[in-house]
Nanobody
Framework: EVQLVASGGAMVHPGESLRLSCAVSGFTFSSYDMSWVRQAPGKGPEWVSAINRDGTSTFYADSVKGRFTISRDNAKNTVYLYMNSLKPEDTAVYYC?????WGQGTQVTVSS
């Protein structure tokens, strides 16, 4: 059974940082690209970032470029999203994604 379990979400103040994690099981993690997608209240899903299977290539939405960093540890079957300089507009549920599979999401709230 494929499982993606996201964690690390919290309520923080603007300018603060968070690290999200997504632990994966049930498939060969190192064979797949991984992505993070977020959904803000009342809005549609927004792709945030992606990383290729060996971690050598990363991609970011313009809205997070320069502030967020995606990485992965294939030995730990985990993908991370480091979020710096958080803004209120980053408030959303963050999901990790691999092809048709999705994690349960973790809530990030940025508020003063």
């Amino acid at each position: 059974e494929v499982q993606l379990v996201a964690s690390g979400g919290a309520m923080v103040h603007p300018g603060e940082s968070l690290r999200l994690s997504c632990a994966v099981s049930g498939f060969t993690f190192s064979s797949y690209d991984m992505s993070w997608v977020r959904q803000a209240p009342g809005k549609g899903p927004e792709w945030v970032s992606a990383i290729n299977r060996d971690g050598t290539s990363t991609f970011y939405a313009d809205s997070v470029k320069g502030r967020f960093t995606i990485s992965r540890d294939n030995a730990k079957n985990t993908v991370y999203l480091y979020m710096n300089s958080l803004k209120p507009e980053d408030t959303a549920v963050y999901y990790c994604n691999m092809e048709d599979y999705w994690g349960q999401g973790t809530q990030v709230t940025v508020s003063s």
